[in-house]
């Protein structure tokens, strides 16, 4: 079943996972308004690319039916972010690597949502997105190294501003690693500093997950 699951996280927000084995063929067919999301579709990505951005709008929608009969699409503002048409009060954030996608929506609150395959990848590239006492907490860990890169990345699309420095304005306080829990996080700008909460977990083996609904 590619649904995974629908999960409360808190009193006016849904988390989906979804498990994707569907071909895209499979995928069109589930989509509302497919003329919509036909004209947005990004030509050109690879076979696996575009099956996650079909099912992370299968997902969207999935989660929107749980609050709301009232139509609506998913369109990119000028940063990316995704926002839901005609409900602007909502607040969702999509993401997918490999055979998952996530999709966090809230009907009263911004968002953000990332979901990384623990790969090399994330620590050869540790200097340029984590500050030394991050790495230094990371070790050799990958998975630790995969995990602080995804809740960068969640504060980033909670933030929803181009030209942050991920090193320097994306802070987080080193952490035990468990199976879940919560970081903390701190968004350091040029007028303002804010603290956050992330969500983790590791929804299938070589995946990590992390996740904030801001209710500030």
Known sequence: M??????????????????????????????????????????GRDELR??????????AHQLLREFTDAPATLHNDANGRPFLAG???????????????????????AVGTDIEQVRPKAQQLARRFLSEAERADAGQDAAKY???WSAKETLYKLLNRRGVV??????????????????????????????????YQM???GYVLTYCVDER
């Open 166 to 199: 991920f090193k320097e304005q994306l802070q987080l306080v080193p952490f035990e690693l468990r199976e879940a829990g919560v970081l903390t996080g701190h968004l350091l700008l040029e007028n303002s500093r804010s603290q956050h909460h992330i969500q």
């Open 87 to 109: 409900l602007p009060a909502y607040g969702i954030s999509l993401s997918h690597s490999g055979e998952w996608v996530a999709a966090l929506l809230s009907t009263t609150a």
């Open 203 to 205: 929804p299938a083996p």
């Open 146 to 148: 995969s995990l602080y």
């Open 2 to 43: 590619p649904l995974h699951s629908l999960t409360s996280v808190g009193p006016n927000a849904l988390l989906g996972l979804w498990h994707l084995t569907e071909s895209a063929g499979e995928l069109w067919p589930r989509l509302p308004a497919p003329a919509h999301y036909l004209a947005h579709f990004p030509n």
């Open 50 to 59: 575009a099956r996650q951005w079909l099912a992370a709008r299968v997902l």
